[in-house]
């Protein structure tokens, strides 16, 4: 996203330099914005989303809308306005017989164009004009943003503790004025991950990402009861991911999602170790309307078998994985639920086995479809129609009381 920014920055400029005002397709609005909103969405989807990775814009925004990246409304919005902003750039081109997107100065041109789109005079066409490219600026500068500034709420201080290099005992005084009560602990930990980031590779885009990131993890981390653990669980996530650029640039660029993070990896070492683990889990922080609401427990299957539709049935190792990302996404989704009290302890082991019913079902079927493709259906099987093979669940699972550590005591038995 930022590079997408830094471009239309300087796309921007060269606007000014060239005096190019009236430019439908590079001002503020125009058609390269709507463009930029429509790749900036399919980058950050489409490693996940198969659906995304189209070239045409039309189907871009309409695999956007569908995999709920944007809402449907704007994604409309953007299209009528995108398309609207084509069809004046293919009537100037047409009356100036060459590639341009500039609006006319000469009053013959002018009424050229107004009457070819159906316009009662130019200032009937230059309102709907600034209508539609605010619409698309709009939206923009929701999803791309302008080029980045210090929060205003980011006071100087936290952006010298990470970006100052200081000792222990400067940090602490700057620390102690910020009311913790026994800095050294956060002291210790901030100057290891310091240390630790230096010998580490990390990218240039890696670089920018962490020194608007840390201000701001340092401003959340000291409102806790326990600064220094919960420092040092976002840390052991930020480690894992010094190389992933994007993982980084997530939590620079959403400070809705790091507030998410920060809340989750204080209330339970769990999320961290699985956010650490699994950093795809990352992204589900972007949407806490969906984070603290566990998927209802007769939509498990359904889910699941949806989630699992984009997949080739023939690629088993894609398949598997998706099986493991979405028992880890839902199991985010319940811990979430838990730590905010949305849901009661009994209704935990529900969920959790609930989830494991649905996978244990799912991996049933696919290993059924492998062996038999493999090696024929059985002929009992065949005759009655029946698989003939039962999973019987003791234990923790058999009870419905599966808990955040259980394993699965899973019985095999089979008819042939």
Known sequence: IDGLRQMKAMIAAEVRRKGLEGNIKLGAGGIREVEFIAQALQL????????????????????????????????????????????????????????????????????????????ADWGAFMAHLDEEMAAVHQEFAAVVGEEKEAPAHLEQLWLDLWRTELDAAELEKLLTAQGVVEPAPLCAALLRFKEEYKRRQVGPQGRIAL?????????????????????????????????????????????????????LCDASHLVSEQLARYPILLDELLDPQHLYHPTPLDQYKPQLRQFLLRIPEEDVEQQMEALRQFKQVQLLRIVAA????????????????????????????????????????????????????AVVAYGKLGGIELGYGSDLDLVFLHGG
């Open 44 to 119: 950050i989807r489409g490693g996940r989303e198969p659906a995304l990775r189209v070239r045409h814009l039309p189907e871009a925004l309409a695999a956007i809308a569908q995999c709920g990246a944007l809402e449907s409304a704007h994604c409309d919005r953007l299209l009528a306005a995108y398309r609207f902003l084509r069809r004046v750039e293919n009537i100037l081109q047409e009356i100036g017989d060459q590639q341009t997107q500039t609006l006319p100065t000469e009053e013959r041109d002018r009424q050229r164009l107004i009457a070819a789109l159906g316009f």
């Open 211 to 263: 020194d608007w990131l840390m201000p701001e993890l340092l401003r959340l981390v000291v409102a806790s009861e326990q600064p220094a653990r919960l420092f040092e669980r976002v840390c052991e996530l930020l480690t894992r991911i010094f190389t992933r650029s994007a993982y980084l640039q997530l939590l620079a660029e959403n400070p809705g999602a790091l507030r998410q993070l920060v809340r």
């Open 338 to 389: 838990d730590i905010a009290g949305a849901l009661p302890l009994m209704k935990v082991s529900d969920h959790l086995t609930w989830l494991a019913e649905a996978i244990t079902e799912e991996v049933v079927n696919q290993a059924w479809a492998q062996m038999s493709e493999r090696y024929g259906v059985p002929p009992e099987v065949a005759t009655s129609g029946q698989r003939g093979f």
